[in-house]
């Protein structure tokens, strides 16, 4: 009758052992990697219908393609010249392809000269129903309501993507001072009011060259200013934007994300 060999029954216990905790180090190494990979991966927020009928529409989400901007859409808060919520749960700037090529130029027009500097977006496109609200809400003369806002039966540009509200960031994330408050209601946010102002004092000397740095900037970029107010800009004409694109309505949207 063979001898048991003791040698192999004392050495397989201390093999096994050692197998074991070599698999759950394996199988721990793997559940601290699997979780730091969930922690490293955020899960996008769900976009609302109107952004994704927008993205049917065609048109381009700002962010996407030029992540140095910042979007700051004042109408989907209550930091407005009426402080009503008009976006909902629309966070993000669309414009019209077009419209995006001439911002991207005009970004990089700001690099040449100013280093660092990049835009801010106040609003991009608007839907129709946005822009009833608007005109609804403005308490101004009815005379002069459609120096501020678009008459809706009109249309606005904004309604086809084609027209932004934007201003200057320098580099160290502080909006430059052009005299008055996005959306302020009054002859000082005139951009062919701003060498007037400036000369009675009503406009430092920085806050002309602000001004000045943005429409010399969005001029080269082809864009042309409002007559009323120095935030806005147009890509094209109303009625050349009519003629090619799409209105912007939440109630079409229905029927293009079904």
């Not at 976009?47 to 993205?55: G, I, N, P, T, Y």
């Not at 962010?63 to 859409?73: Q, T």
């Not at 004042?74 to 629309?90: A, P, Q």
């Not at 005139?190 to 009503?202: A, L, R, S």
Request: net charge negative; proline share 4%.
């Amino acid at each position: 009758m063979p001898k048991p060999n003791y040698i192999l029954l004392i050495i397989l216990p201390i093999l096994t052992f050692l197998y074991d905790c070599n698999s759950q180090r394996d199988k721990s190494i793997a559940s601290l990697q699997i979780q730091k990979n969930l922690e490293l991966y955020v899960i996008p927020k769900p976009e609302s219908k109107a952004e994704v009928c927008l993205q049917e529409m065609g048109l381009v989400k700002i962010v996407d393609s030029l992540p140095e901007i910042i979007v700051d859409l004042k109408y989907t808060s209550t930091d407005n010249f009426i402080g009503i919520d008009f976006y909902g749960s629309m966070t993000n700037a669309y414009v019209q392809y077009e419209c995006f090529v001439k911002l991207r130029n005009a970004y990089n027009i700001l690099q040449q000269q100013k280093p660092g500097y990049t835009f801010i977006i106040y609003d991009a496109v608007r839907s129709t129903e946005a822009q009833q609200l608007m005109w609804d809400s403005v308490d101004v003369p009815p005379g002069i309501k459609h120096w501020y806002v678009a008459n809706p039966q009109k249309g606005s540009i904004h309604n086809f993507g084609m027209a932004l509200d934007i201003s200057i960031v320098d580099s160290i994330g502080k909006v430059l001072d052009m005299g008055t408050e996005f959306d302020f209601f009054g002859e000082q946010a005139y951009p062919n009011k701003t060498d007037y102002f400036h000369q009675n004092g009503e406009l430092s000397d920085e806050q002309y060259n602000n001004r000045q740095l943005l429409f010399s900037i969005m001029s080269e970029a082809l864009f042309y200013v409002s007559k009323t107010e120095w935030w806005h800009f147009n890509a094209a004409s109303l009625n050349y934007s009519k003629e090619k694109y799409e209105i912007f309505s939440l109630n079409n949207c229905e029927n293009l994300i079904r």
